[in-house]
């Protein structure tokens, strides 16, 4: 409310705002989603080529692949800005793996 010429704001009838300052009333009420208490469950199931998709944990058929696999499919499509995201994890994964001291145990 930082504005010149700005008198009040008036929420339900009742001033909020006066002269810049804040009244300290409160009307009105919480606005939620009306949907909030949806079934979830009625929801679909993650498709599997979704699943760990970021941390290449699965493959497009749900199995279980490197990195670099991760890296050389998203290279190989057209896929975009969700696309240019699996690279870029996949490089910072892979530059953390290379600043990483190794053990001396």
Do not use: C, W
């Not at 804040?22 to 079934?39: C, I």
């Not at 493959?59 to 995201?85: F, I, K, Q, Y």
Request: zero cysteines.
């Amino acid at each position: 409310q930082d504005v010149t010429g700005y008198d009040m704001t008036i929420v339900s009838g009742v001033v909020t705002f006066q002269d810049g300052q804040h009244t300290g009333a409160l009307p009105g009420r919480l606005v939620r989603n009306p949907r909030r208490g949806t079934n979830r469950a009625a929801l679909p199931g993650v498709p599997a080529e979704f699943v760990g998709y970021r941390s290449g944990r699965t493959s497009n058929a749900g199995e279980a692949t490197s990195g670099d696999a991760v890296l050389n499919s998203a290279l190989a499509s057209s896929g975009g800005a969700s696309r240019m995201s699996t690279i870029s994890l996949a490089l910072e994964e892979e530059k953390r793996k290379e600043e990483r001291p190794a053990s001396k145990l």
